[in-house]
């Protein structure tokens, strides 16, 4: 009964951590939405400890995986059927997280196209600016040879 009791808390864990993990997943979304990277680095920074928490909680489950679910000994079948659904509640969380994950990185590629898209603006800009200003520089010093040329004569 204290190996099904462990199992018990190891999945209550997982779900604990697969729960925070898809709030992480909500928040980094609204966060590369609006640019706050600083923001979104700390936020992943608390993200990568939680799926470190989550691997360990994998390993520690893993022999129990390759068990029998049914020669295992509960407390009582409340506490099977409840291990049981918060167990089938952690792949429904997991595969949100999944879900999240890549809109999540959708997202940051649409980012990254939008600041690369300004940058060139920018670039664009800049470089015309420049021309322009060279224009500007090598018509006033025609004309101030040319004032020379008949302020001399």
Known sequence: MQS???LAALIAQKHEVLVQLRAVGVRQTDLVGSGEI???LKLLSAKQHLITRLQE????????????PDKRVWRSPDERA???KQATEC???????VRL????AEKMNERKNEV?????????ATHVRSAYQ???RGFAQNNEGGMLSRGSG
């Open 91 to 97: 792949n429904t969380l997991l595969e949100e997280v």
């Open 134 to 136: 060279a224009q500007q």
């Open 82 to 84: 409840r291990c049981a």
């Open 101 to 104: 994950e890549k809109l999540g």
């Open 57 to 68: 909680l994998e390993r520690e489950l893993k022999h129990y995986y390759a068990g029998d």
């Open 116 to 124: 690369a898209q300004q940058l060139q603006q920018v670039h664009a």
């Open 4 to 6: 099904t009791e462990q």
């Open 38 to 40: 600083a923001a979104l």
